[in-house]
């Protein structure tokens, strides 16, 4: 019986990168059929999952945008599958980035494919938004995926004077660190940054801005 998965970690901690690795595998290695998926609001590099790596030359293009409405992303992959089928080539796997911008719609016909149409799912998402709060998409994967796993690559708080694990992302805009704004503000290439950092350098810069003076 298929499952859906939850993979989750911190900005750079490999994400994508295990994502683009899988799709290769199922399709290069084994000749299988899947779908790479992202939200249609990710709209970094268009319509392609990238990896960090190597400046993004890893990549590979979405098969398609998911849209939030209620039942249009099961409608969307039943339809898929159906053509799938009559070539032969059912659909093995579906794979998902930045899965946090997914809607709770979205989540709940994820959660009616691996039930109905029996193909399993990776979700690859963020936990919570740059201050700290939860995504809609991560809160409805944490509440309905059966396999929830923090993705084991090591990323590495950039702002600690020994190697510490990243748990949490803060945003900078023009190189300063921000703690309120718009929950989704995608990273460019010169105003807006998103860096992996520990909690404790992260709560220290948080209190700093907001004014918090806290007994030691």
């Known amino acids: 019986m298929a499952k859906l998965f939850l993979r989750y970690a911190v900005m750079n901690a490999g994400k994508s990168t295990q994502l683009l690795q899988i799709a290769y595998d199922y399709e290069k290695h084994?000749?299988?059929?899947?779908?790479?998926?992202?939200?249609?609001?990710?709209?970094?590099?268009?319509?392609?999952i990238i990896s960090r790596l190597e400046n993004g030359v890893i990549k590979r293009k979405a098969d398609f945008l998911t849209q939030p409405d209620n039942g249009w992303l099961y409608e969307r992959i039943y339809n898929e599958q159906e053509a799938a089928q009559k070539k032969g080539k059912p659909i093995s796997l579906i794979l998902i980035d930045e899965a946090?911008?997914?809607?709770?719609?979205?989540?709940?016909?994820?959660?009616?494919v691996v039930t109905y149409l029996n193909i399993p799912v990776i979700c690859f998402a963020l936990k919570?938004?740059?201050?700290?709060?939860?995504?809609?998409?991560?809160?409805?994967?944490?509440?309905?995926?059966?396999?929830?796993?923090?993705?084991?690559?090591?990323?590495?708080?950039?702002f600690s004077d020994t190697p510490k694990k990243a748990t949490i992302h803060m945003r900078t805009v023009n190189g300063k660190p921000?703690?309120?704004?718009?929950?989704?503000?995608?990273?460019?290439?010169?105003?807006?940054?998103?860096?992996?950092?520990?909690?404790?350098?992260?709560?220290?810069?948080?209190?700093?801005?907001?004014?918090?003076?806290?007994?030691?």
Do not use: H, M
Not at 30 to 48: E, F, R, V, W
Not at 100 to 112: C, H
Not at 129 to 142: C, H, I, K, M
Not at 189 to 216: H, N, Q, S, T
């Open 100 to 112: 946090q911008f997914l809607s709770k719609e979205n989540v709940w016909d994820l959660a009616r």
């Open 30 to 48: 084994n000749g299988l059929s899947i779908l790479c998926l992202k939200p249609c609001i990710d709209s970094k590099a268009n319509q392609y």
């Open 178 to 216: 921000v703690f309120e704004g718009e929950q989704v503000s995608i990273e460019d290439d010169c105003v807006i940054k998103y860096y992996p950092i520990c909690l404790p350098e992260y709560i220290r810069r948080y209190d700093e801005a907001k004014g918090i003076r806290v007994k030691k």
């Open 128 to 158: 919570v938004d740059a201050f700290g709060v939860p995504f809609e998409g991560s809160s409805y994967l944490f509440g309905l995926a059966q396999d929830i796993e923090e993705v084991t690559t090591r990323a590495i708080c950039r």
